[in-house]
C-alpha cells in the first residue's frame, strides 16, 4: 500500500469498527508506538509517522496490506506491526539450551553453521516462521553437507543433474540455476509469507516469494559445495563457491523493463496502460511485458548474479518508482487488488496511467462538478429534471454544460476512463470518485430530445 492511502485513504484501519480482536490489536499497536488515545488511527500525523516506521523496519509489512483478504490475516498483521516497535519482553527465568537457542537473532542465509540433534523437550513443537517475514535475510540457513548422492533429497537430486559433470564450477552452478527455474516445477506466488527455503530443497512446499526463492538456491548451493567436494570431477575440485545475498532492491519500489518471464510463464502483472485522457495505449501482460515490485531479493555467487524468480545471471533493468508507484515521467502504476493474476502468482494487478497528473485532475474536476450539484445533476439522470432550465428563455443548465465540455474535452474514452477509477477505487480512489465519475460521465454524454 503506498503512503497516500495509508494516511488519508479510506481503509480497514480507520474504520471505527472492526471485527474483535482487531480493535484490541489497534489500540495496543498505537501503545507500541506511545499512542494511549483510542481513536489514534484517524490523525493523520500519526498514520505518516507509523507508515515510515515500517517502511523503514518492517520488511514487506506495508507492501502485504496489498494481499490481505480476512479478518485473520489483519489481525496478524497488527500484531506483526506492533512488534516491529515493541518487542515481547523476555521473563528471567533460567532457561534451556533450546529455549536460549530460540531467543537469538538466526543468522543470515549465506551463513552456515551446522545441523545438531534437537534437544529434548515436553514443548508442544513451533511452526517455522510467521503471516509476515520481517527481514528475509534474518532465517537461519542449514549446512547441507552432502558426501555422496544418495544423501540428497528428491528434490536435491533434481537441482544437482549435471552439475557434478560440468567442467567448471561456474558451469556448475548456472546448471544448478538453471534446474532450478526449469525442472523442479517451483511457482512464485507473492502472497507467500514464509522464507524458508529448506522446505522447498525438502520437498515440503513448492511455492515462494523472491526470498524463499533466494534462500533455496543458496541452501543449494551450499549443499552442492560439500558434494562437489566428496565426489565431483577433477575439474571442481579447486575453488571456493562464494554465497552472497543481493539485496540491493530490497525497500525499493520499481517496475521492470519489457522482456522478462517470472518463474512458472507469467509475462507481467500490467494489464493495461492508458494516457491522461483513458485512450489506452497498450492492453494483456503479453504485450506490455512489465512487472511492479516492492522488495526484491537475489543472490551472487563468486560475483555472478543470480536472480530466483526470473531466468537472469545479470541485474533486471528496472525504473525506480516513488511509494506511490510515480515513475520519472510522471506516470503512475494504480494497483486493482480484485484483479489476480491468472495463476495467482500476484493477489492485484496494476494500471498505467501515463499521464497521472492529468488524469487526476480530471477525476478530481468530476468530483467537484458533482458534489457542488449533486441533487442537480442526480434530478436530471433520475429523469426528474430537464436539461433546460425552467425558468423563460429556457437554457441549458450551467452544470449540464459544464459536464459535457468537460467530458468532449479530456476524456477520449469513456469506457476506459471510468473503468480506471472504479477498478482502483480502493486502493487509490474512493467508492465516492468512482459515483462522481459515472454520473458525469452520463450527464455530459446526455442530450437533449
Known amino acids: 500500500m503506498d503512503k497516500q492511502t495509508f494516511t488519508t485513504g479510506d481503509w480497514w484501519l480507520v474504520q471505527p469498527t472492526l471485527e474483535e480482536p482487531a480493535p484490541r490489536l489497534r489500540v495496543e499497536l498505537g501503545q507500541a508506538f506511545g499512542w494511549y488515545e483510542q481513536d489514534w488511527y484517524v490523525a493523520e500525523p500519526k498514520l505518516s509517522e507509523l507508515y515510515d516506521f515500517l517502511y523503514n523496519n518492517g520488511g514487506t509489512l506495508t507492501a502485504d496490506l496489498d494481499l490481505l483478504n480476512s479478518d485473520e490475516e489483519r489481525q496478524r498483521w497488527l500484531r506483526s506491526a506492533a512488534a516491529t516497535k515493541a518487542p515481547p ?91 532450478m527455474h526449469h525442472n523442479t516445477g517451483w511457482v512464485y506466488r507473492a502472497g507467500v509469507t514464509s522464507t524458508d527455503g529448506k522446505a522447498l530443497l525438502d520437498g515440503a512446499s513448492n511455492q515462494g516469494m523472491c526470498a524463499t526463492y533466494r534462500n533455496a538456491f543458496n541452501l543449494a548451493v551450499s549443499a552442492f559445495d560439500s558434494l562437489r567436494k566428496a565426489v565431483g570431477g577433477e575439474s571442481l575440485q579447486g575453488g571456493e563457491l562464494k554465497i552472497e545475498s543481493d539485496d540491493s532492491l530490497n525497500g525499493k519500489h520499481f517496475v521492470t523493463g519489457t522482456g522478462l518471464t517470472l518463474m512458472g510463464g507469467l509475462r507481467g502483472n500490467v494489464y493495461i496502460e492508458v494516457d491522461g485522457k483513458g485512450a489506452i495505449l497498450a492492453r494483456g501482460d503479453k504485450e506490455i511485458n512489465k512487472f511492479v515490485f516492492t522488495n526484491h531479493w537475489s543472490s551472487r555467487v563468486n560475483d555472478t548474479y543470480f536472480d530466483p524468480i526470473f531466468e537472469l545471471t545479470e541485474p533486471p533493468e528496472i525504473t525506480t518508482l516513488t511509494a506511490q508507484k510515480v515513475d520519472p515521467d510522471g506516470g503512475r502504476y494504480l494497483a486493482n487488488r480484485h484483479r489476480q493474476t491468472p495463476d495467482e502468482e500476484f493477489s492485484s494487478t496494476y494500471i498505467y496511467v501515463s499521464e497521472w497528473p492529468a488524469f487526476e485532475k480530471t477525476v478530481s474536476d468530476m468530483r467537484k462538478l458533482y458534489t457542488e450539484n449533486k441533487e442537480e445533476v442526480d434530478g436530471i439522470l433520475a429523469g426528474k429534471l430537464k436539461l433546460q432550465t425552467d425558468k423563460s428563455p429556457k437554457t441549458p443548465r450551467p452544470v449540464w454544460t459544464t459536464a459535457t465540455q468537460m467530458v468532449k474535452t479530456r476524456v477520449s474514452n469513456l469506457t476506459i476512463f471510468e473503468r480506471v477509477v472504479d477498478e482502483t477505487k480502493d486502493t487509490v480512489f474512493r467508492a465516492s470518485d468512482a459515483d462522481a465519475v459515472a454520473k458525469i460521465i452520463a450527464l455530459g454524454t446526455k442530450t437533449s430530445s
Open 89 to 179: 519482553v523476555v521473563d528471567t527465568k533460567e532457561r534451556t539450551d533450546t529455549e536460549r537457542s530460540e531467543t537469538k537473532d538466526p543468522l543470515p542465509p549465506t551463513e552456515v553453521v551446522a545441523e545438531k540433534p534437537p534437544v529434548p523437550t515436553n514443548e508442544p513443537p513451533k511452526k517455522p516462521g510467521g503471516l509476515f517475514a520481517k527481514n528475509p535475510n534474518k532465517i537461519k540457513a542449514i549446512d547441507r553437507a552432502r558426501v555422496s548422492i544418495e544423501e540428497c533429497t528428491a528434490v536435491e537430486k533434481v537441482l544437482f543433474e549435471g552439475a557434478l559433470e560440468a567442467t567448471s564450477l561456474d558451469a556448475a552452478v548456472k546448471r544448478i540455476y538453471s534446474n
